[in-house]
């Protein structure tokens, strides 16, 4: 039997595909030198909530892609329940977005890398997961994980070069 080719263009629909396109949104974040994390929020097949990261830029702790994707999505919809939405994100949300992804109701929350750091979503502390809330997303983990995890480590590698090559350049 000859081997399935490898596809390289996910297909539409696929949470590979809404991944991707988070994916996108994370290198935005990343050309403007902000921590490369993406996420789309998706209604009957459609992106109807998309954010980056940009908490440099806009000098705002809150403005994490998560935050930005809800408040989108939120206003599409003309409410603040995102009944019937997925979540797609690169990185695994922190406490802020985590609690904020319950309050908002998504369904199901795609997720591509674990965060060891600083993630709420099964590393630190688990609060989609928490039965004393009144709701709880679904969680599915390791979507294009590969790729969530390289654009992180590229990003990082980067920014340890240009402080490394700074610190040469005052010396
Ligand atoms: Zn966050």
């Known amino acids: 039997m000859p081997e399935l080719a490898v ?3 996910p297909e539409e629909g ?6 991707a396109e988070a994916l996108k949104l994370a290198r935005q974040a990343a050309a403007l030198g902000e921590i490369p994390v993406g996420a789309v929020i998706v209604r009957d097949g459609r992106i109807i909530g998309r954010g980056f990261n940009s908490t440099e830029t806009d ?7 998560e935050m930005k994707a809800i408040r989108q999505a939120a206003a599409e919809l003309g409410g603040w329940r995102l009944i019937g939405c997925d979540m797609y994100v690169t990185l695994e949300p922190c406490s802020m977005c985590a609690g904020a ?3 908002s109701r998504i369904e199901r929350l795609f997720i ?3 965060d060891p750091k600083a993630g709420a979503c099964g590393s630190l502390r688990n609060i989609p997961g928490d039965e004393r809330l009144n709701h709880q997303p ?10 969530c995890q390289a654009i992180l480590k590229d990003f990082f590698r980067k920014l340890r070069q240009v402080r490394k090559e700074e610190r040469r350049s005052v010396q």
């Open 14 to 19: 696929s949470p590979e595909f809404y991944m």
């Open 138 to 147: 679904e969680l599915i983990y390791g979507v294009l994980q590969t790729e």
């Open 112 to 114: 591509g890398t674990m």
């Open 7 to 9: 596809p390289t263009i």
């Open 101 to 103: 992804i319950v309050l």
């Open 59 to 65: 000098k705002d702790p809150t403005v994490h892609a």
